[in-house]
């Protein structure tokens, strides 16, 4: 799951953006285009969270920020350009030269395994090349297929060359060449595929559930695999070894702590699994394995793993080289999964909504629905888009110009594709820092209580010694407040009786409905007391302690606590209204608050030229609509995406792009130039990969569209057709924010986006060069 930020504060500004009463019934956004929901657009995230990979990722983020606010120095340790955030806490800003990826071709055994009554699945395989090949005779009948990728073989060879050596079919195409052209040429990558080694359990045994356990058990099965079949071919332990260190040149949590992330750390730097069989992302059945990157055995970091860097993971045989990171997709996965996947390994966050909705990102980058274009033929997913200049200015890779809000300037603007051509190929206009206040509660009494926090992968704690010698019972009790994930997230109280070596936790509070042993979620629909029995510790001095724990999913406001108290033998020894500073409560991460937090939150504006160049030349051709679903449905159209200027608003008050659930605000989401909706004739919205088509800016007016699309009856069969056009429409030179509604719909509130209010203007005064050069003024009233 992608995360929300604050709870309350993702709905107080989107209510204040959207205006009153906006989300008491949170508005739908387009209409799903009709047709397999699942084809080039996620419906669920496949960026699945570790608590490494966040605070790697919320690090990088502040870095970036105060990079673009003048606020951080960019220093350079073992050949890397690094931010120093803290004593010991440093961010790699740039990902640079080129890494090594080992890639394990697995296909599936007989043995069934867990979920055994629980799923529909084949008793064994997939094995690889049973992929039918796709109805490529169009005629019009109903298997007629133009978005299956296929080819004859899917032997080592297609991934080397899909990966480094290039695919002769796409012109030479590959992984390699397309991190080449969005890094400029900073970065590339090589490595290494296996040939296809065999799991010992169906698919439906690691994807029916698809829980972290059940990744590890693919992982570890698919390296052991692996290992086993080099050993069976001769080679020594020594020899693995030696083989497997050309994978280990990468520290990426810099587990020393200083700032040197060119060097080993025990664990695999780049790791993908394939998998025989096509991806539940395409429309495979629900015990097929989901495209994702993850983190295998997470719940090992600090126990489990090299000896001097225990980050969890699993071990490759005997070999001392261990897997954490991976990404894992489809034997039949086309170029753009393989770059969308391995992008997240770089860092960079899923950017559709991954709550469900459909957010205005569509075609426009990598990191949404970009991933599934192509030429146009006969298939989707084979020709990736560009990242946004947003991932690239997060990767270190983007040639910009920033103008700082209020200063007046002409900025001469490069191509997105083009690096090194002495014209920045993005503009940045930094506006000032916004405030925003979240209204949680009232404290139970007072002006002050304690608050454990609301953020990801929190282990907050609040302790205090409890003296409770001569006592022969004894409770603590408190007023608590709480809105905590249900089923991930806990508020626990603890105990020790050894000074804090170790912590024994508490049976659940009286009063509350919870599972044994497990501790304080969900909703408490306001202050409710709760009470902790400590009579097994009557009689001593012991610590005591809340802790509170987020795992890293969604998050909530978490538990607020006031009017502590407690009470020995019926009598009460001390209570605590908080109003008196923190006394003789030790805090590590609660913090005394007023029921309120303000906090400031960087945004600013990401404008950059796109044009049909490079891999960008797939937003000519590669847009689709999935327009024949009752009587095609694996058969797309085609559509332009328009170049021109296409202006981001990034704001980081918001952790995600999930329109769904604040509507017109996100972090990095493309401005629609053309908000109003488009409908089909029968009143109904097309989808939000088709809205934003024309988004940009610029001097030229833009193509006409026509859209077709099927509602089926009961069955499936076809009850009526359904159209749509879009004429030329003029051109639109100017980005102007002075109304925060102007690019932004209530009619379809999931598109587009509110945008800052900032009096920030961007002109298109000229173009050259067929649109390679841009002149742009940028001004402020």
Request: proline share 6%.
């Amino acid at each position: 799951m992608r995360r929300l930020l604050i709870w309350l504060l993702a709905l107080a500004f989107a209510a204040g953006l959207a205006g009153p009463g906006a989300l008491a019934t949170p508005p739908a956004g387009g209409e799903e285009d009709r047709g397999p929901a699942a084809r080039g657009e996620a419906a669920r995230p496949d960026d699945r969270p570790s608590p490494l990979s966040e605070k790697r990722r919320a690090l990088k983020r502040e870095a970036v920020a105060r990079v673009i606010k003048g606020q951080a120095r960019v220093q350079r340790r073992g050949g890397e350009k690094v931010v120093r955030l803290a004593p010991g806490q440093y961010v790699q800003l740039e990902q640079q030269d080129s890494d090594e990826i080992f890639t394990i071709l697995a296909e599936f055994g007989d043995r069934v395994g867990p979920y055994a009554g629980e799923v529909d699945a084949p008793p064994s395989g997939p094995l690889h090349n049973q992929i039918p090949r796709p109805d490529r005779d169009w005629d019009g009948g109903s298997t007629d297929d133009n978005t299956t990728y296929w080819v004859p073989d899917f032997d080592r060879k297609h991934y080397m060359d899909m990966f480094f050596d290039g695919l002769p079919e796409q012109g030479g195409e590959s992984l390699r060449d397309y991190y080449e052209e969005q890094s400029g040429g900073r970065y590339t990558v090589s490595g290494d595929v296996s040939e296809w080694v065999r799991v010992p359990y169906r698919e439906a045994r690691y994807g029916y559930v698809e829980s972290n356990a059940d990744m590890t058990a693919f992982i570890d099965d698919a390296a052991d695999a692996w290992y086993e079949a080099r050993r069976a071919a001769g080679e020594s332990d020594a020899e693995i070894r030696e083989y497997l260190s050309r994978f280990d040149r990468w520290d990426r949590y810099d587990h020393d702590g200083d700032g040197d992330f060119d060097e080993p750390d025990g664990y695999i730097d780049h790791f993908q699994a394939i998998h025989a069989g096509e991806g539940e992302e395409a429309g495979a059945p629900a015990w097929a394995i989901w495209s994702h990157r993850w983190y295998v055995n997470y719940a090992g970091i600090g126990s489990e793993g090299p000896e001097n860097n225990p980050l969890g993971g699993i071990e490759i045989g005997d070999t001392g080289f261990w897997i954490g990171d991976y990404t894992t997709e489809p034997e039949n996965g086309g170029l753009g999964v393989f770059a969308h996947e391995y992008a997240h390994d770089l860092g960079l966050p899923d950017e559709y909504d991954t709550a469900g909705g459909e957010n205005g990102t569509g075609f426009w980058t990598l990191m949404s629905a970009g991933s599934w274009l192509g030429h146009g033929e006969d298939a989707i997913g084979t020709a990736p888009g560009h990242m946004n200049a947003w991932d690239k200015l997060f990767l270190g890779w983007l040639d910009y110009e920033v103008v700082r809000h209020g200063q007046d300037e002409r900025v001469r603007l490069g191509v997105a594709e083009r690096t090194g051509k002495h014209l920045p190929q993005a503009l940045i206009v930094s506006l000032p820092d916004q405030e925003i206040t979240t209204e949680y509660n009232t404290p139970h009494s007072g002006s002050h209580e304690w608050w454990g926090g609301s953020e990801d992968n929190l282990n907050t704690t609040l302790a205090r010694t409890l003296d409770l010698s001569g006592a022969s019972s004894a409770r603590l009790e408190a007023w608590a407040w709480y809105v905590i994930e249900e089923g991930y997230d806990y508020l626990y109280a603890e105990v020790s009786a050894d000074g804090g070596q170790s912590w024994a936790r508490l049976p659940e509070a009286s009063g509350i409905d919870q599972d044994d042993d497990v501790g304080l979620d969900g909703d408490s629909q306001g202050w409710r007391g709760i009470s902790y029995d400590l009579s097994d510790y009557a009689g001593r001095r012991v610590l005591f302690r809340f802790r509170y724990q987020t795992d890293g999913g969604i998050h909530y406001a978490g538990p607020f606590l006031d009017d502590l108290s407690l009470v020995a033998d019926g009598r009460t020894l001390w209570t605590d209204d908080v109003e008196s500073g923190e006394g003789e409560w030790t805090s590590d991460g609660w913090r005394r608050m007023t029921g309120s937090v303000t906090e400031t939150a960087p945004h600013y504006y990401v404008a950059e030229n796109r044009q049909y160049v490079g891999y960008d030349d797939a937003l000519r051709t590669g847009p689709y609509n999935f327009g024949w679903d009752c009587t095609r449905p694996d058969w797309v159209q085609h559509l332009p995406y328009q170049d021109g200027l296409l202006v981001w608003y990034a704001n980081h008050a918001y952790e995600d792009n999930n329109t769904s659930q604040h509507p017109g605000a996100g972090l990095i989401l493309p401005v629609d130039a053309r908000p109003e909706p488009i409908r089909y004739d029968d009143g109904s919205l097309a989808g939000n990969r088709i809205q934003p088509f024309d988004a940009t800016f610029g001097l030229e007016p833009t193509d006409p569209i026509r859209l077709h699309d099927e509602v089926c009856g009961e069955g499936g069969g076809l009850l009526r057709e359904l159209g749509a056009s879009v004429p030329r429409r003029g051109a639109i030179r100017t980005f102007d924010d002075s109304d925060p509604g102007r690019y932004w719909s209530g009619e379809n509130p999931q598109n587009s986006v509110r945008v800052a209010g900032s009096g920030t203007s961007i002109t298109v005064k000229s173009r050259a060069r067929g649109g390679a050069v841009m002149a742009l003024d940028v001004s402020f009233e």
